[in-house]
């Protein structure tokens, strides 16, 4: 949405960088996803050790729906940051709106309201359609021993704690990941702008990062 909302701007871009935006951001995306992820592993880890039921899938569509309302509403934040501001939406962005609320509207004002509400009705509507045809809200318990249940939910919790990180080494990932081309409006399209609001939380709760 990003790329084609300022398609104007990538003016001598061609087909092959605007492919590699996706490539670069790839562990962005992953990362931000392992962030959404957690809740949903943990309450399944959980429920599977539960014997009867467990917990009605319903919640999972709430949080899933929460989730495509968040993502959408960024999305359209996030343009009309960059359109006033020339920077992608982050952590500071929030921290201006609530120190100088009237300095941010008023720096807003020309956004176009309407367009960017048609883009967040269509986000919101693409997502939830997707989401009831791409996963499966039932948290169906595989049958196994408690000795694979409890070695499989380590290897889940595992493998969703370095796609958060994005990577295997002390420093987890930053920005510079997204970081390919000398066109600055390629390397603003490759990072997850959902990742952007979670980098500060995730230096300050992540016990490998060094001081």
Not at 42 to 48: E, R, S
Not at 77 to 87: H, K, M, R, S, Y
Not at 115 to 137: E, N, R, T, W
Request: aromatic content about 14%.
């Amino acid at each position: 949405m990003f790329e084609v909302y300022f398609y104007t701007k990538l003016k001598g871009a061609n087909f092959l960088d605007i492919v590699k935006t996706f490539i670069y951001g790839v562990r962005m995306d992953a990362s931000a996803t392992a962030y959404i992820a957690v809740i949903p592993l943990l309450i399944f880890i959980v429920n599977w050790f539960v014997k009867g039921k467990g917990i009605n899938p319903i919640w999972l569509k709430i949080y899933t729906w929460f989730c495509v309302f968040c993502i959408s509403l960024i999305a359209v934040v996030d343009l009309g940051i960059f359109v006033e501001w020339g920077a992608k939406v982050n952590f500071r962005a929030f921290d201006t709106l609530y120190n100088s609320p009237a300095e941010s509207m008023s720096s807003t004002a020309s956004s176009p309201i309407f367009l960017h509400l048609s883009i967040m009705l269509f986000l919101l509507v693409a997502g939830v359609l997707l989401s009831l045809h791409v996963l499966d809200h039932k948290f169906v318990k595989p049958r196994v021993t408690t000795k694979a249940k409890i070695m499989l939910s380590l290897l889940l919790i595992a493998v969703n704690f370095l796609l958060l990180r994005g990577t295997i080494t002390p420093s987890p990932i930053n920005q510079s990941a997204g970081y390919f081309s000398d066109n600055q409006i390629l390397d603003l399209a490759a990072q997850n702008t959902e990742w952007n609001l979670l980098i500060i939380p995730s230096r300050i709760c992540d016990p490998l990062q060094p001081l």
